[in-house]
């Protein structure tokens, strides 16, 4: 059973979706977000399979939530699966839903089979793209320059597991005790693995670090917003 988180600030877009997917015995609605905070917070709640967000969301709404989707993935090494159903008619949105980590992109206009096969599709870990993007893409690969040179500074499969989370959580905009609480560990041990996780030598404050060699960017990681709620306590050593 494919669980689904549906997000979009039409209470009438959200019902037309839920009442495509009610029917469909391989699928769930777990529950419905009116924004993009409100698709994170239910999120940590529901743990769905596969978040679809609606063409009603606005742009930037959508690609800040598929970011920081993405982070929760990085750092639990899990769902959420995202779907991304768009009426933005524009080549760019596409690249920068899909560059914020974003599983599928379909038009808003696509058909209601379209839809269930591109749920079943990415819930099952594989991409979908409309035929249109699928050429620009292949496009791109023809003619623009070659994959080494696009490559970022780092990569991220080179870092331990936790190194991976100290940077995420960085990504967050968590401080170093922070962190420390969050993963339960000393936080010299966070400042250890910032440093070391960093492509060159010099560390930098929590103040510089989407401008200093441990940006997470340089792995591949987009900026998510910063995190809401208050943080644990750090623990005494």
């Not at 750092?75 to 524009?90: C, E, N």
């Amino acid at each position: 059973m494919i669980t689904v988180l549906i997000a979009d600030p039409h209470a009438l877009h959200r019902l037309s979706l839920r009442t495509l997917l009610t029917p469909h015995p391989g699928m769930t609605v777990v529950g419905e977000a009116d924004s993009g905070a409100e698709t994170a917070r239910l999120h940590d709640v529901l743990r769905p399979q596969v978040v679809v967000l609606c063409s009603g969301m606005p742009a930037p709404d959508v690609i800040a939530t598929v970011r920081r989707l993405r982070l929760t993935r990085l750092v639990d090494s899990g769902p959420p699966r995202v779907l991304v159903l768009s009426s933005a008619h524009r080549e760019e949105h596409a690249y920068d839903v899909l560059r914020a980590g974003a599983d599928g992109y379909l038009p808003a206009t696509a058909a209601p089979d379209e839809v269930i096969s591109a749920l079943s599709t990415v819930a099952a870990g594989d991409a979908v793209v409309p035929p249109v993007l699928a050429r620009a893409l292949i496009h791109a690969v023809r003619h623009g320059p070659r994959p080494e040179a696009l490559e970022p500074k780092g990569r991220l499969e080179d870092l331990t597991e936790r190194e991976r989370d100290v940077l995420a959580a960085v990504a967050a905009g968590y401080s170093n005790g922070e962190i420390a609480a969050r993963l339960c560990i000393a936080p010299t041990t966070v400042k250890s693995h910032v440093t070391t996780s960093s492509p060159r030598s010099e560390p930098a404050p929590a103040s510089r670090r989407w401008s200093s060699p441990t940006n997470p960017d340089s792995y591949g990681l987009p900026e998510p917003p910063l995190p809401t709620g208050s943080p644990a306590q750090p623990p005494t050593e």
